[in-house]
């Protein structure tokens, strides 16, 4: 059974950081491209990160581009979202997605989705 789990969100301070993990079971992460989506109380779901299976590709929202970066270990099977300099704007669920054909900022693309990680920005 093909599956995605989030962890490493948490309570952090601004200025902060956190690095959130995607770990993937019952399939590898090799040949499929990931995203990072984020879900704030009373919004709608909005990307943030992909990265490219193919030729390693980045990208990234313009509210969080130089904070933040997205990285892979095909190895250990997991995606990374290293989040720097957070602010209480980011607070939302994160989510990890795949996607089997390219990256796309686009929830209605994605083909498999985590239960998400809580992430929430405050002094």
């Known amino acids: 059974q093909l599956q995605l789990v989030e962890s490493g969100g948490g309570l952090v301070q601004p200025g902060g950081s956190l690095r959130l993990s995607c770990a993937a079971s019952g399939f590898t992460l090799d040949y499929y491209h990931i995203g990072w989506f984020r879900q704030a109380p009373g919004k709608e779901r909005e990307g943030v990160s992909c990265i490219s299976s193919s030729d390693g590709s980045t990208y990234y929202a313009d509210s969080v581009k130089g904070r933040f970066t997205i990285s892979r270990d095909n190895a250990k099977n997991t995606v990374y979202l290293q989040m720097n300099s957070l602010k209480p704007e980011d607070t939302a669920v994160y989510y990890c997605?795949?996607?089997?054909?390219?990256?796309?900022?686009?929830?209605?693309?994605?083909?498999?989705w985590g239960q998400g990680t809580q992430v929430t920005v405050s002094s």
């Open positions: 997605a795949a996607v089997r054909y390219y990256c796309s900022g686009y929830v209605r693309d994605y083909d498999y």
